[in-house]
């Protein structure tokens, strides 16, 4: 079994069996630095698992990218409230490095479901997680100081200074770049 058919055994807790029929209706796409996966005004129907990259899900106001959250290795992605809305997306997804995901649509994971129950129970938890990791992140905002909203950010994901440039971090995190210099800077003396 490869890495992430090793992962979403893992995650869901399935057989090796059922991770072959789950992934077997994914196709693999390979997408370079800035190409986009889900267009801002679309319809979303697709939801990605991401193998290799990393992807941003951001708003657009005024002409500014809101980043909405990042998506890297063995991540889920879509924009899931256009997805079970069927309503035009809001925000757009787009590739930061080459991205290799894999790709179902919404009527072969319907389909899939309907011919094999497990698929529900992964929807469900699917569910649960994302409404968990929205629930922390709205928690943070509201409770947490913005060096707390980073040094959470640094203790989950640290690789990802690396990956992401300061302003995206910033744009994140709800703050101006210059704050994180500061709070860098601060948490290095």
């Known amino acids: 079994m490869d890495r992430i058919g090793?992962?979403?055994?893992?995650?869901?807790?399935?057989?090796?069996?059922?991770?072959?029929?789950?992934?077997?209706?994914?196709?693999?796409e390979e997408l370079k630095k800035n190409d986009v996966f889900m267009?801002?005004?679309?319809?979303?129907?697709?939801?990605?698992?991401?193998?290799?990259?990393?992807?941003k899900c951001v708003f657009h106001k005024h002409g500014d990218e809101i980043i909405f959250e990042f998506a890297f290795e063995n991540n889920f992605i879509s924009d899931y409230?256009?997805?079970?809305?069927?309503?035009?997306?809001a925000k757009e997804i787009?590739?930061?490095?080459?991205?290799?995901?894999?790709?179902?649509?919404?009527?072969?994971?319907?389909?899939?479901?309907?011919?094999?129950?497990f698929i529900e129970g992964i929807s469900r938890q699917m569910n649960e997680k994302l409404f968990l990791r929205m629930h922390?992140?709205?928690?943070?905002?509201?409770?947490?100081?913005?060096?707390?909203?980073?040094?959470k950010l640094m203790s989950e994901r640290s690789d990802l200074v690396q990956r992401i440039p300061?302003?995206?971090?910033?744009s994140y995190l709800n703050v101006k770049?210059?704050?994180?210099?500061?709070?860098?800077?601060?948490n290095t003396l």
Request: charged residues 30%; contains cysteine.
């Open 6 to 28: 090793k992962h979403i055994a893992s995650l869901f807790k399935l057989s090796e069996e059922q991770v072959s029929v789950f992934l077997s209706a994914f196709s693999r």
């Open 39 to 55: 267009e801002e005004g679309k319809i979303c129907n697709k939801v990605g698992l991401i193998e290799s990259g990393l992807m």
């Open 81 to 89: 409230y256009s997805f079970v809305t069927d309503t035009p997306s």
């Open 94 to 117: 787009k590739c930061i490095e080459d991205t290799t995901v894999y790709v179902i649509t919404k009527e072969k994971l319907k389909k899939l479901g309907r011919s094999h129950p």
């Open 136 to 151: 922390d992140r709205l928690k943070s905002f509201l409770l947490d100081s913005a060096s707390e909203r980073y040094m």
């Open 166 to 170: 300061q302003y995206l971090i910033a």
């Open 177 to 186: 770049p210059e704050t994180i210099s500061r709070i860098r800077k601060k």
